[in-house]
Nanobody, 121 residues
């Protein structure tokens, strides 16, 4: 019904920057929450950053002041600007969206396939 496609991952040196994008398509009436999560080997998936339709944002403690989340509602796209990257930011980053597929108040959660971010010299 709804597809989320992430892009922008890759290899970057410590202190560098990357910008991730996640575009939603399909049967979309409206998108409420959009967020980024990450998971590295042996660890649980954790929230990195999120943004609501009203542009209210939330960040994980480990990325505050370094990452910035934003969205383009016209394009159904969420972005994650990652600056001052550290080796511990290495993970697979997943996009998540809470979507209304009809005018009802029912929200469905969708996930992207993930994009690898590796921070290493």
């Amino acid at each position: 019904q709804v597809q989320l496609v992430e892009s922008g991952g890759g290899l970057v040196q410590p202190g560098g920057s990357l910008r991730l994008s996640c575009a939603a398509s399909g049967r979309i009436f409206s998108i409420n929450f959009m967020g980024w999560y990450r998971q590295s080997p042996g660890k649980e998936r954790e929230l990195v950053a999120s943004i609501t339709s009203g542009d209210s944002t939330n960040y994980g403690d480990s990325v505050k002041g370094r990452f910035t989340v934003s969205r383009d509602n016209a394009k159904n796209t969420v972005y994650l600007q990652m600056d001052s990257l550290k080796p511990e930011d290495t993970a697979v980053y997943y996009c998540n969206a809470a979507v209304r597929t009809t005018p009802s108040n029912v929200l469905y959660s969708f996930w992207g396939q993930g994009t690898q971010v590796t921070v290493s010299s």
